[in-house]
């Protein structure tokens, strides 16, 4: 079963940095897609990036707000995706989620179509 663990959330002013981390496991494919969601209150889920975990591939996608700010990576020895958030603005504030789409490697942001979700991690952007 594959699983799906976020980490490193937190509680930061505007204009600082986190580094979320996405550990999955239980993977029995070797290509496959993660993507990064963001859900606020009284907002839809949203997507912010996706990345292709393959030895021979590793394209990205952003959203747009997040263009030059976001920074996705796949360290594949350990099982882990990474999303660096530079340059923090409040309307970044979310919880935040790692997905799974074991059944393409094409990008995209379609929530209903990712098979496995973590259990999210909040991410509070002060003033």
Request: hydrophobic content about 35%.
């Amino acid at each position: 079963e594959v699983q799906l663990v976020e980490s490193g959330g937190g509680l930061v002013q505007a204009g600082g940095s986190l580094n979320l981390s996405c550990a999955a496991s239980g993977f029995t494919n070797d290509d496959y897609i993660i993507g990064w969601f963001r859900q606020a209150p009284g907002k839809e889920r949203e997507g912010v990036a996706c990345i292709v975990v393959s030895v021979t591939d590793g394209k990205v996608l952003y959203k747009d707000s997040v263009k030059g700010r976001f920074t996705i990576s796949s360290d594949n020895a350990k099982n882990t995706v990474y999303l660096q958030m530079n340059s923090l603005k409040p309307e970044d504030t979310a919880v935040y989620y790692c997905a799974a789409d074991i059944h393409t490697v094409i990008r995209h942001f379609i929530p209903d179509a990712y098979d496995y979700w973590g259990q999210g991690t909040q991410v509070t952007v002060s003033i």
